[in-house]
């Protein structure tokens, strides 16, 4: 009763309470019905107190905007933000105090560094608007993917890696209130799998949401032991790249449709699938989205290339036309909503790494891993060359050092999932790159000799 009356009444009392997830959520309820011209005058107003914000508070942007010989003025829709050039990761890396406005101190800011898949974390502050919106966003893209407020959710995400054991308060509560189950990630095996299983049939008529290489984890051990159905609504993932075969293989063991949507550590939530709908359908309400790339003069809101993100509410650290790395094909809307929508995204299904045993652990292990432990690592890569042996590639921030104590936690992470007899080599620099030249994070030699010899 009262987590009902929290969930239904007390998200819109917050709106008067200082932190504006309910105002942001009814917004985002009414907007999903909106025309393109109602979905563009709502971008115009945004962008145009979003620039001159940036002109009298942020440093980077107002010197980039007097070099350039540009006024507030001069920014009158989306379409005007050709005049700036990309915001790139080395930039922010670079530029990250002068890219933070003078009128939000850090007191009241959230930071967070990106979710790193690409191997180069950075490190964003997001003011209490900004979240009030990827809040939104995210509740309301869930509701596209048959979830709603109140539903039992069962979270197959990370785990406590040995780090950070002892619980937080607003964590639990925040569990609580979401009616979710947490279940770790990283510690999912054949021998375990049953107790997954169990929780998640527990939650009848709920939701499963997790990475996709775990929920696919699952799913095979599951059919391992003929552990077939659930009584799941539906099965959401996200943080890694789904091919069509791992959802149809969660989707037939789990009995239940598999859903995916698209955001990043520095935005969070930015495009959801729907229901019935076909692609990503993108939150205009809180993100402009464009094709970078080839033409940064031109602003181009369709057709394929680098993804390029602009924030609009986050006025503590604005991201105006930021490449994050990723790559997707845009399109204009068809029939039903008038949003943007991702016909595609685009990226390497990124190699699971091998236990000591043989088991598969989920790719997203050493981003987590990096994340939480703190080590002021800004690129990393890992290499499996056996079941046994990991080199770990990193690069460090300035004038830092990786100490025998950090090092020392790191391989107690990867002995802790990965197993006890694991060798853990830590190289500075020298990193393995495609024959296109792009980064990979993680990269198993022992799946590739399968593969060959498959």
């Known amino acids: 009763m009262l987590r009902h009356w929290l969930l239904t009444h007390g998200m819109t009392l917050s709106s008067y309470l200082g932190y504006p997830v309910g105002k942001a959520i009814k917004l985002l309820r009414n907007s999903q019905y909106w025309t393109r011209e109602e979905i563009q005058a709502h971008q115009r107003l945004a962008l145009n107190a979003l620039i001159r914000h940036c002109y009298d508070h942020v440093p980077y942007y107002r010197d980039l905007m007097r070099s350039r010989n540009l006024r507030p003025g001069d920014f009158q829709s989306a379409n005007d933000l050709a005049k700036l050039p990309y915001l790139t990761r080395d930039l922010i890396r670079d530029q990250g105090a002068r890219l933070r406005a003078d009128n939000y101190p850090d007191r009241i800011c959230q930071f967070r560094r990106s979710g790193g898949t690409t191997g180069e974390p950075i490190r964003v502050?997001?003011?209490?608007?900004?979240?009030?919106?990827?809040?939104?966003?995210?509740?309301?893209g869930f509701e596209w993917m048959k979830c709603e407020l109140g539903q039992p959710i069962v979270s197959l995400f990370g785990g406590s890696l040995g780090i950070d054991p002892n619980p937080n308060i607003k964590v639990w509560f925040r569990e609580w209130l979401l009616n979710t189950r947490f279940l770790p990630a990283f510690e999912l095996t054949r021998e375990n799998v049953q107790d997954y299983v169990d929780a998640i049939r527990q939650a009848k008529g709920g939701v499963l949401v997790g990475y996709a290489s775990a929920a696919l984890n699952l799913a095979e051990y599951m059919s391992a032991l003929g552990l077939q159905g659930s009584p799941l609504e539906s099965v959401i993932c996200t943080a890694e790249q789904m091919p069509d075969e791992w959802r149809s293989r969660i989707s037939k063991v789990l009995e239940a449709p598999v859903f995916c949507y698209y955001g990043c550590g520095e935005v969070n939530g930015i495009a959801h699938e729907c229901c019935g709908e076909e692609g990503y359908i993108v939150s205009q309400e809180h993100v402009i989205l464009e094709i970078g790339g080839n033409n940064p003069a031109n602003f181009q809101d369709q057709g394929h290339g680098e993804a390029c993100i602009t924030t609009l509410?986050?006025?503590?650290?604005?991201?105006?036309?930021?490449?994050n790395g990723d790559v997707f094909e845009l399109q204009q809307p068809r029939h039903g909503r008038a949003h943007l929508r991702i016909a595609k995204l685009e990226g390497r299904v990124m190699d699971q790494l091998f236990r000591t045993d043989g088991q598969r652990i989920s790719s997203v292990l050493p981003t987590h891993m990096v994340f939480r432990s703190g080590a002021p690592i800004w690129k990393y890569q890992v290499v499996q060359t056996e079941l046994d042996r990991i080199i770990f590639h990193?690069?460090?921030?300035?004038?830092?050092?990786?100490?025998?104590e950090m090092q020392h936690t790191l391989m107690g992470v990867l002995r802790k999932y990965l197993g006890d007899e694991l060798q853990v080599l830590f190289m500075e620099?020298?990193?393995?790159?495609?024959?296109s030249g792009k980064h990979r994070f993680v990269i198993n030699r022992v799946l590739e000799r399968t593969e060959v010899r498959g």
């Open 429 to 435: 620099g020298e990193f393995e790159t495609t024959k």
């Open 313 to 323: 509410f986050n006025y503590a650290m604005p991201l105006i036309r930021y490449l």
């Open 125 to 140: 502050a997001a003011d209490i608007r900004a979240r009030a919106f990827e809040v939104g966003a995210l509740l309301r």
């Open 394 to 404: 990193y690069l460090l921030r300035d004038s830092e050092s990786l100490s025998y």
